[in-house]
C-alpha cells in the first residue's frame, strides 16, 4: 500500500459547547484526493481544525486514525510531525517574525537535530517553490501574513504545503477569496504534489476550484454529517443542479448545523 | 532617605571628588548647589509604582579600579558586545566610571567630533559642555535623584557632532559596573549640530545579583536644526542595581530622534524616555522593549511633547512579563497649543508569560490643539493561543511557537539597533530572560 491512511470516524466535535460534527466517517489514503463540498455552515472547516486540533474545537467523540495511530492523542506539532497539514483559511498573522525563519523552522521541525537543512539548500527550494507559485521573492523577508492580500495569504499556504511534503493535505477553502488566476497558480501548486504517497482532503462550496483538480471521491455534507458521496461526477451534478435534490432525497429542510438542533 | 551631614557624600566629599577632577568652577559650584537642594527635594513618583522602599542609598562612591590595555582583557560577557572584528571602532568604554579605553577614527577626529569622557570634556571643552550640561533638557532640581545626580556625577561620555557633518560609522559606549557596591552617576550628553548626523549605541551592564547599590542616570539629546540623531541602548544591569534612568531628547526645526532602548535591567528600574519637538517639522520615534522577571518592579515612561508645527511623535513600547514581575508602560503623547498638524501616536503592548506577573498599559493623550492627529492603543494579554496553533500546525514545538512570537513582538526595537554585535546581545539577553 502506497502513502498513508487517515481514518476519520464517527466524528463528533463542538464548539463553545454547540456540537458541529454529529458523526463524521471518511477515509483518505495516499494518492487519493477526496473533496468535501457544501454550503456555509455545515461543518466544513469544524472537520478540517478538529483534524488539526485548533485550541476551540473540543472532539467529544469518535476517532481520528493516521496510520493506526490516534491523532487526537497527539499535540498539534506532534499531527503535523506524523504527517498532517491544513492549508487553513484565515492564517494566523505573526509580526517581528519572517516568512523565511519560520519556513526554515518549520521544515527543521521535521528533521533530527543536528540534521538542519543547509541554509542553501532550503534558499534553492524555496526560490524554485515561490517561482513555481509565481510569489514575489520580497514575500520571504516580510513578517508571516502580516499586510498580506488574501490571495499572497493563501499562496503562502500553499508554498508551505509544498515544502513541507506532507503525507496528507487537508485544503480549507484555499480558493475563497482568489481571482481565477491565483486560483490557477494555487490548483498548479497543488496539482504538482500529486503522487501515490500523496493523500489530499480539499475543502470548498465553490465548484471552480474543481474544474483546475480534479478530484476521484467527493462528498457532501449537511447537518455536520457526510450525506452523499460519489466520485467526480458529482461535482458536475451539483454544478448545474445545486445542493437542493440532495436535499429533498435526504428529507433535509435545513442543511446547517445551528437549524437543526 | 535622606542626605545627612554623616553620609559619604557630604559637601566635603563633593567639593573633593570635583578638585581631584580638575573640574571647572562653575562645575564644582554647581554640584555644591545640587547637594544642598537635594536635600529639600522630594523624591520622584512614578504612576502607579511605590518606590518609598527601593534602595536608593546604599551604595559606594569608590572603587579599585584598573585601566584596559586591550579590548581582548574585557570579560568575554562584555567582550561579545564590541565588534571586535572592525578595526575602525569608535568605542569608549567606562570601567566603575574610569575611562578605560577610548578610541575614535582619525576621520572623526579630523572633522571635529567628539566623544570621550565626561571629565575629559570638562577638561578640554568646558564651555561646550556648560551649554548643555544640565540646561535645556534635564534640570537638576527636579526632584531628589536628579539633584543627587548633578551633586555626585562620576562620570559618562560627552559626544558632539559640528555643523553639516554626517557620522556613518556608529559611536559606541560601554558602562561596565565591575564592582558590585559600585554607584553609578553617569552622565551622557549627546549634541548633533545643524545639518548632521550620527548614530550612538550604549551598553550599561552589571553582574551584582545580591549585592546592592544605584545607578542614577542622566541623558540628554540635543538634535539642532535638521539633525539627525538615532540613538540606541541595551540597558543590562543585573538584579542588586536599583536604576534610576532618565533619557531627554530636544529636537529643533526639521530635527530627528530615534530611540530603539533595550531595557532589560533584572533590579528595580524607573526609566523615562521624553521627547521635546521643539521645532516644526521636528520628529521622534521613541521604540522600547524590556523583559521583567523574578521579582523586580518597573516603571517605564515614553512621552513625547509636540510643540513644533508639523511635529511628529510616534511611540512603541512593548514589554514581556514573567515570573511575578511587574511593570507600568506609560505612553504619553501631548501636544502643546500652537503645535498645528501635529501627530502623536502611541502603541503600547504588554505580553504575559505567567499568572503572577502584572502589567499595565497606559497610553495617554494630551492635546491643547485643534488641527492634529492622534492615536492610541494598548493591549495586556497572553500568547495568543490560535497564533500558537498555526505555528505548531507546521510541526515546531509549542516552546520554540512561543520564542518565535516572543521574539517577534520585540523585534521592533531589535531590528533598529544599529551595531550587529549589540543587536545579537540584545536578542541572546532577550533570550537568556524569557527562558
Known amino acids: ?261 | 532617605m535622606s542626605i545627612e551631614a554623616k553620609q559619604p557624600y557630604e559637601k566635603e566629599y563633593v567639593e573633593k571628588f570635583s578638585a581631584e577632577h580638575n573640574e571647572p568652577e562653575w562645575m564644582t559650584g554647581f554640584r555644591k548647589q545640587a547637594l544642598e537642594s537635594a536635600s529639600t527635594l522630594e523624591m520622584p513618583k512614578p504612576d502607579k509604582t511605590n518606590i518609598s522602599k527601593w534602595n536608593f542609598t546604599k551604595f559606594n562612591l569608590e572603587a579599585e579600579t584598573q585601566g584596559l590595555d586591550s579590548l581582548k582583557d574585557l570579560p568575554d560577557d562584555i567582550k561579545v558586545f564590541v565588534d571586535t572584528e572592525k578595526d575602525d571602532k569608535n568605542l569608549v568604554i567606562l570601567r566603575n566610571q574610569i575611562n578605560a579605553y577610548e578610541t575614535l577614527s582619525t576621520e572623526l577626529v579630523d572633522k571635529g567630533v567628539i566623544f570621550t569622557d565626561m571629565f575629559t570634556a570638562l577638561k578640554q571643552y568646558p564651555e561646550l559642555v556648560q551649554k548643555y550640561y544640565m540646561k535645556d533638557a534635564v534640570s537638576f532640581d527636579e526632584h531628589r535623584l536628579t539633584a543627587m545626580h548633578a551633586a555626585l556625577m562620576n562620570g559618562g561620555v560627552f559626544v558632539y557632532v559640528p555643523k553639516n557633518v554626517v557620522v556613518e560609522e556608529p559611536l559606541q559606549a560601554i558602562f561596565w559596573q565591575e564592582n558590585p557596591e559600585f554607584a553609578l552617576f553617569n552622565h551622557v550628553i549627546v549634541v548633533a549640530e545643524e545639518n548632521s548626523s550620527l548614530t550612538y549605541v550604549e551598553n550599561y551592564i552589571s553582574f551584582n545579583k545580591d549585592e546592592e547599590t544605584v545607578a542614577n542616570l542622566v541623558t540628554e539629546v540635543i538634535a539642532h536644526d535638521n539633525a539627525s540623531i538615532s540613538f540606541g541602548s541595551v540597558d543590562n544591569f543585573a538584579h542588586g542595581t536599583t536604576v534610576y534612568m532618565n533619557r531627554r531628547g530636544i529636537a529643533y526645526r526639521d530635527a530627528k530622534i530615534e530611540w530603539a532602548l533595550g531595557q532589560m535591567n533584572d533590579g528595580n528600574t524607573v526609566s523615562e524616555n521624553v521627547t521635546h519637538l521643539i521645532g516644526d517639522n521636528s520628529f521622534s520615534y521613541a521604540k522600547a522593549v524590556s523583559v521583567g522577571r523574578g521579582d523586580q518592579s518597573q516603571n517605564f515612561t515614553a512621552k513625547i511633547i509636540n510643540y513644533g508645527k508639523q511635529s511628529n511623535g510616534l511611540i512603541l513600547q512593548h514589554g514581556v512579563m514573567k515570573d511575578s514581575a511587574s511593570a507600568i508602560f506609560n505612553g504619553i503623547g501631548k501636544i502643546e497649543h500652537g503645535g498645528t498638524k501635529a501627530n502623536a501616536e502611541q502603541e503600547s503592548r504588554v505580553l504575559m508569560l505567567s499568572k503572577d506577573a502584572r502589567g499595565d498599559a497606559n497610553p495617554i493623550l494630551l492635546i491643547d490643539e485643534d488641527d492634529v492627529t492622534a492615536g492610541h492603543a494598548a493591549s495586556v494579554g497572553r500568547v495568543d493561543p490560535v497564533q500558537l496553533y498555526y505555528l505548531m500546525s507546521r510541526g515546531i514545538s509549542q516552546q520554540e511557537a512561543e520564542r518565535l512570537i516572543i521574539h517577534g513582538f520585540l523585534a521592533p526595537v531589535v531590528n533598529a539597533i544599529p551595531i550587529a554585535a549589540v543587536k545579537e546581545q540584545l536578542t541572546e539577553v532577550i533570550e537568556r530572560k524569557v527562558y
Open chain 1, 1 to 261: 500500500m502506497a502513502g498513508s491512511t487517515l481514518e476519520i470516524k464517527d466524528l463528533h466535535v463542538e464548539i463553545e459547547g454547540q456540537e458541529i460534527l454529529k458523526g463524521v466517517n471518511l477515509t483518505i489514503k495516499g494518492g487519493e484526493f477526496h473533496a468535501i463540498m457544501g454550503p456555509n455552515g455545515t461543518g466544513k472547516s469544524t472537520l478540517a481544525s478538529a483534524i488539526m486540533g485548533h485550541p476551540k474545537y473540543e472532539v467529544t467523540s469518535g476517532s481520528i486514525l493516521l496510520d493506526g495511530e490516534d491523532v487526537l492523542e497527539m499535540e498539534v506539532d506532534e499531527r503535523a510531525k506524523a504527517g498532517l497539514f491544513l492549508a487553513m483559511q484565515y492564517p494566523s498573522e505573526i509580526t517581528g517574525v519572517t516568512t523565511s525563519d519560520f519556513l526554515r523552522s518549520s521544515i527543521n521541525a521535521h528533521r533530527e537535530k543536528g540534521d538542519e537543512i543547509p541554509l542553501m539548500k532550503f534558499i534553492k527550494e524555496m526560490d524554485s517553490a515561490m517561482d513555481y507559485l509565481e510569489i514575489d521573492k520580497n514575500m520571504a523577508q516580510r513578517y508571516l501574513n502580516a499586510g498580506f492580500s488574501g490571495g499572497e495569504k493563501k499562496r503562502n499556504e500553499i508554498l508551505q504545503l509544498m515544502m513541507l511534503k506532507p503525507e496528507i493535505g487537508i485544503l480549507d477553502e484555499i480558493d475563497s477569496g482568489l481571482d481565477i488566476d491565483a486560483l490557477k497558480v494555487v490548483a498548479k501548486g497543488i496539482n504538482k504534489l500529486r503522487n501515490e504517497n500523496f493523500g489530499c482532503l480539499i475543502i470548498t462550496h465553490y465548484q471552480r476550484l474543481l474544474d483546475y483538480i480534479t478530484p476521484d471521491f467527493v462528498h457532501v455534507m449537511m447537518q455536520g454529517r457526510v450525506v452523499k458521496s460519489g466520485g467526480a461526477e458529482l461535482v458536475e451534478r451539483l454544478e448545474a443542479e445545486g445542493y437542493d435534490w440532495i436535499k429533498q432525497e435526504l428529507g433535509i429542510e435545513e442543511e446547517t448545523v445551528g437549524n437543526n438542533a
